[in-house]
């Protein structure tokens, strides 16, 4: 039975019952479809567990160096959000302990010197101070390595080329 309004993908389980295990996908080669400048990046989600977990690395193709905006769980059940040009950190926001179980909907907006965290609504942080990493590829679920696989079931992710303003990223993450 699903728990959600809409189905998510099949799982054979010939009549068993059967837990879904963490969402993951990728796609490369879409610098035109991420924001170089500015943009907005959203991910839906549902947050199963506490391990440590990346649940959206937007980067560069390989891992160093590192350019990179980053929503990742260290295993505190909190979402930071990390950005690196060229391997020096720009951004370091870091969100309040979440559920797990708990239904999570975080929007990030990024402009040269413009940046914010908005999680269910709520601002978690912005920063006025930073550059933004030139990325080419989107990870959701994990990193570009396969390592750090999140514990989480998606529902959405978005991108957008431009930066939504606050009050949109309010709107876009309510529940």
């Known amino acids: 039975r699903e728990v959600s309004s809409y189905p998510t993908s ?29 943009g907005t990046s959203f991910l839906d989600f549902q947050f199963n567990g506490t391990q440590e977990g990346i649940m959206m690395d937007i980067s560069a193709t390989g891992l160093s160096p590192q350019n990179r905006i980053i929503l990742y769980n260290v295993g505190n059940n909190t979402i930071n959000l990390v950005i690196f040009t060229a391997s ?6 870091i969100s309040p302990a979440y559920s797990v179980g708990q239904r999570i909907k975080v929007g990030v907006g990024y402009k040269t010197n413009d940046f914010a965290l908005y999680i269910n609504g709520v601002q978690i942080g ?3 101070a930073g550059t933004i990493p030139a990325t080419s590829r989107i990870d959701i679920g994990n990193r570009q390595d396969g390592a750090y696989l999140s514990p989480i079931s998606v529902n959405q992710s978005q991108l957008y080329t431009t930066r939504l303003t606050n009050a949109e990223l309010a709107t876009l993450t309510t529940l």
């Open 88 to 93: 020096i950190s720009q951004v370091s926001i």
């Open 126 to 128: 912005t920063d006025s």
């Open 10 to 38: 099949y799982i054979k389980s010939e009549g068993a019952a059967t837990t879904r295990l963490a969402d993951s996908c990728f796609k490369t080669g879409i610098s035109d479809k991420i924001g170089q400048t500015e």
